[in-house]
């Protein structure tokens, strides 16, 4: 499977979140860090943040009144370990969240 850069999963997803949810890209996986080994059991582990590569168009009230996602594309955001769906578009894989689900985003990320 292809890394792809934050740019190119911006650019490259044929996926459009509905209502409040938030696509997410997840960090790389990794075999090592440092010197210590990374087993797949938990390389599969959700992680408990990512990068927002789309967000749906927001949900309505009673009265019809659109409140749109407060989140937008190239945020990191900090969520629950299990929250969201895993999905696989175009051999990458990211995670489907709601609004809801994410607790906060950070101002700053090494891709």
């Known amino acids: 499977m292809k890394d792809l850069s934050l740019t190119e999963a911006l650019e490259s997803v044929n996926f459009e979140p509905s209502g409040d949810r938030v696509l997410v890209r997840p960090p790389r996986q990794m075999d090592r860090i440092g010197k210590i080994f990374v087993p797949d059991t938990v390389k599969k582990e959700l992680p408990s943040y990512g990068v927002i590569v789309d967000v749906g168009p927001g949900m309505k009230d009673e009265n019809g009144t659109l409140h749109p996602v407060q989140y937008h594309a190239g945020q ?23 609004e809801i689900d994410i607790f906060g985003t950070s101002k700053v990320i090494e891709d």
């Open 76 to 98: 990191v955001v900090w969520f629950g370990r299990h929250a969201g769906y895993a999905i696989s578009v175009e051999d990458e894989e990211f995670l489907i969240l709601r």
